[in-house]
């Protein structure tokens, strides 16, 4: 008994074909679009996480420059509170100063209107001096210096008027005289000197005949 071949018509086999490369053409088509949907989501990922990335950084960079701020800060008040405890100390230091140069001028005064020379005189003036001069070696190591405004215009930054004087031997606005010593700390004023301004004399008044 003999087999029969089946034999397909050739249309057949080639609208098969068709479809079977029309399926994998779909296929590859999908996988493709797929794929690009797959590279644009990584790109739109990685460009999302670099700036959060910039963002973050840019955040440190404030809060460290911040923190810097911060310790500068706290370092330069830190600095003016205990320079401004050193400046209450000294000016209540140089009160007393000038009080034992104020004695020692009054002593030396004396002395010389009374003409006395006694050595026990001389050996207290002297005692005194010698205090007064490592009263002053202190200032001058903590950079303190006695202004010396006679002679210099009136500076209400530096100088407080106590009294003013007619002088014709100097400009108006002079300091001609020194009430209370100022001082210097550094460039900065620690205490005003009290001193006495000249002004123009005053013009001759006229005698009514």
């Not at 031997?169 to 460039?187: C, K, L, M, Q, S």
Request: with cysteine; hydrophobic share 35%.
């Amino acid at each position: 008994m003999s087999k029969e071949k089946h034999h397909q018509n050739p249309a057949d086999e080639t609208a098969e074909r068709t479809a079977r490369d029309s399926e994998n053409t779909a296929t590859v088509n999908e996988t493709s679009e797929s794929t690009e949907i797959t590279v644009e989501k990584i790109l739109a990922q990685l460009e999302d996480a670099k700036q959060e990335s910039e963002q973050f950084r840019d955040r440190w960079m404030r809060s460290v420059a911040e923190l810097e701020n911060f310790r500068r800060r706290v370092a330069r008040e830190n600095e003016d509170r205990v320079l401004r405890a050193g400046e209450r100390i000294l000016t209540q230091f140089i009160e007393p100063i000038d009080n034992l140069a104020r004695g020692i001028h009054s002593a030396k005064s004396a002395a010389e209107r009374l003409k006395d020379s006694n050595p026990e005189t001389e050996a207290f003036i002297q005692g005194m001096d010698l205090v007064y001069n490592q009263f002053m070696a202190v200032l001058e190591r903590e950079n303190v210096k006695v202004m010396d405004p006679v002679g210099s215009p009136f500076d209400p930054s530096l100088h407080e008027a106590l009294m003013m004087t007619e002088s014709a031997e100097a400009p108006p606005n002079t300091v001609v005289g020194v009430v209370e010593r100022g001082y210097w700390i550094g460039d900065k004023v620690l205490k005003h000197a009290k001193v006495v301004v000249c002004r123009a004399p005053s013009p001759p008044s006229s005698e009514e005949e």
